[in-house]
């Protein structure tokens, strides 16, 4: 070997690549949390589809929509729920004075629904029957009902008529 050639340097000798650090635990978390976020996405929205299903308004059928009046009117004594069940042209405020004040103990429940109906209007009959404690017994009073509906984007109570009383 010559002066001009001499041997190279363990600084001249290009080093070998070093492999990159490993990455792994990186991307095995950032996989974790792309599967939690698509979980909690459609949990959520089943959760939000769920609820909005379970307390939607229901005026599908006319039967449905005279309960629901009955109940907002008669037992929740709630004007702004009975508007909900109510036509645009007879106000809340009617409907609950046509239902009539009720004693706080008494027990109010319906039943027995007699539905003619057509394509937009429907005249649903229905027994109502109020009971009320008297001493160690009760009194009862059933009087038939008759509401007059029309669909207006679902069914909803325009006329009450009260039929008089059928005794038990």
């Not at 978390?29 to 909690?40: D, Q, R, T, W």
């Amino acid at each position: 070997m010559t002066d001009d050639q001499s041997a190279p340097t363990p600084a001249s000798v290009p080093a070998a690549p070093t492999p990159p650090p490993r990455r792994r635990g990186r991307v095995v978390l950032l996989v974790v949390a792309i599967v939690a976020g698509f979980f909690l996405v459609v949990g959520g929205g089943t959760a939000v589809f769920l609820y909005d299903r379970a307390t939607a308004i229901d005026r599908s059928t006319p039967e449905t929509v005279v309960s629901q009046f009955l109940h907002s009117a008669l037992v929740m004594k709630d004007p702004a729920k009975t508007s909900l069940f109510t036509c645009r042209s007879w106000p809340v405020e009617d409907a609950m004075a046509q239902v009539g004040p009720t004693d706080p103990d008494m027990v109010i429940t319906w039943g027995d629904f007699d539905v003619q109906r057509d394509a937009a209007r429907s005249t649903v009959r229905v027994s109502v029957q109020f009971t009320v404690p008297v001493g160690t017994s009760f009194a009862a009073d059933v009087q038939r009902w008759r509401f007059e509906l029309e669909y207006q984007a679902g069914w909803r109570v325009c006329a009450l008529a009260k039929e008089g009383s059928v005794n038990p």
